[in-house]
């Protein structure tokens, strides 16, 4: 009979141990965060004048690179959102950065470390690709062009949606049922995403270099290669209302010399990890504690 918390506890085991033995060291960030991003994006805390829970651990992560050139945290995030059975008010994230690494690395790592946790070898699809083959852009070479619109009546959504939202379902609608009974690397994804701080892949027009692991159907990982030009950057952050002050206060450390500008990182949030090597699709079952 599985025991969710020894399940947990291994994976968390296994997960430290292989990153030590890739040089990470790990840190701890501040989970009671300054910045105000907004409305709906954390939740607040009457702490010191006022605080956020942080949602993600991200940026003050980063700047740890000042220090050493691979660095990982394993801590608690909250969600302002509704929970359900995949989305827990409270859950923990593992998030790393590696200075000067590109993004074949990073796969490559994201593969070593959930690998032994998942009953499926997972297999890459292009989100490029399946937008080439279903709309005849190429956006290796093209811009988005008439995009955003096409997509937006394809999935019978207001083609005056923003395009984050749109290609967000058509993502959920179209890739992710693909996971079914499987694991899927899906990767180049379009510019103009929830992604921006990804960079913009060599040589391409409009796509990102940038990933997400989906197993039979539950988000795992998210990873990317940072954007290492601060202005491309900022403006693709701005157009989707996520550059923020904590992502201002990343690049000045960036700026200055202290941070290398050039990095890869990844997030995996730790009890969707234990859903998809138990099966069990329901995130209350490894969230301990549960009277308190």
């Given amino acids: 009979m599985l025991n969710p918390v020894v399940m ?21 960030t501040p989970t009671m965060r300054r910045a105000d991003l907004g409305p709906g994006r954390r939740l607040l805390v009457d702490h010191d ?47 790393l950065y590696a200075a000067d ?7 490559a790592l994201a593969e070593r470390l959930i690998g ?12 490029a690709g399946h937008v080439r083959d279903q709309f005849g852009i190429d956006l290796h070479r093209e811009p988005l062009g008439d995009l955003p619109a096409r997509m937006a009546a394809h999935l019978g959504m207001s083609t005056g949606m923003p395009f984050k939202t749109v290609l967000g379902q058509y993502v959920e609608r179209e890739l992710e049922a693909q996971s079914t009974g499987s694991a899927l690397f899906l990767t180049e994804y379009p510019v103009g995403g929830d992604e921006p701080c990804a960079r913009l892949m060599p040589n391409t027009v ?4 940038r990933f997400e692991v989906l197993v039979d159907g539950i988000e795992v990982v998210h990873g990317y290669e940072d ?26 450390a960036i700026g200055t010399g202290r941070v290398p500008a050039g990095s890869v990182g990844l997030g995996i949030g730790i009890e969707r990890l234990c859903m998809a090597a138990s099966g069990i699709k329901d995130i209350t079952v490894f969230q301990p504690s549960h009277r308190f």
């Fill in 116 to 127: 032994p946790h998942i009953p499926f070898t997972p297999q890459r699809v292009s989100v």
């Fill in 8 to 28: 947990k506890s291994d994976l968390l085991f296994s997960l430290r141990d292989m990153l030590r033995a890739e040089t990470f060291v790990e840190v701890t």
């Fill in 49 to 95: 004048g006022g605080r956020f829970l942080r949602a993600m651990i991200g940026p003050a992560l980063r700047v740890n690179l000042e220090h050493h050139p691979r660095v990982f945290e394993i801590g608690a995030c909250f969600r302002p959102e509704k929970p359900d059975e995949l989305h827990a008010p409270e859950f923990q994230m593992l998030d």
């Fill in 101 to 107: 690494e590109d993004f074949n690395f990073l796969i």
């Fill in 227 to 252: 954007e290492p030009d601060q202005a491309a950057f900022a403006q693709r952050a701005r157009a989707v209302n996520l550059y923020d002050d904590e992502q201002a206060l990343a690049w000045e």
């Fill in 206 to 209: 409009a796509v990102l270099n």
